[in-house]
C-alpha cells in the first residue's frame, strides 16, 4: 500500500508541473559536474565560464533580457543538456537541466 501511495504522488507530483519538472535522475547522474555543484546565483558570466568553459551556444533571453547559455553535460557517455540563465547584469538567474529555448518557453508560459 505503500509503495503504491508513493507511485501515484509521484506521478501527481511530475503531471502538475510538466513544463517545468526535471529529472531527479539527471541531478543524481551530473551532481558532480561543476556547472551544477558550483554554480551559484549571483556568480557572474566570467566565474561561469571558468567552471564550465564555454557554452555550446549562447544568446538573449527575449523574457527577461538577459543571457543565456546553454551547456552539454557528458558523463560517462550520457549527454544532458543544461542551461544558465544571466540577468541583464550578468549574473546567474537560473540554472536547470533543460536547454535555454525550454527555459525560455517555461518562463514564457508563467506570464
Not at 555550446?56 to 543565456?68: D, I, L, Q, Y
Amino acid at each position: 500500500m505503500y509503495k503504491h501511495s508513493l507511485a501515484v504522488l509521484a506521478v501527481a507530483a511530475a503531471v502538475s508541473g510538466c513544463s517545468t519538472f526535471e529529472n531527479p535522475a539527471d541531478y543524481v547522474t551530473f551532481r558532480n559536474e561543476p556547472l551544477v555543484k558550483q554554480v551559484d546565483h549571483g556568480m557572474t558570466q566570467d566565474q561561469v565560464r571558468t567552471l564550465g568553459g564555454p557554452p555550446s551556444s549562447e544568446g538573449r533571453n527575449s523574457v527577461t533580457g538577459g543571457t543565456c547559455n546553454n551547456y552539454v553535460l557528458n558523463v560517462d557517455g550520457l549527454e544532458q543538456p543544461y542551461y544558465v540563465d544571466f540577468d541583464v547584469n550578468g549574473r546567474v538567474d537560473s540554472k536547470g537541466f533543460m536547454t535555454c529555448e525550454q527555459h525560455q518557453g517555461n518562463q514564457r508560459k508563467r506570464l
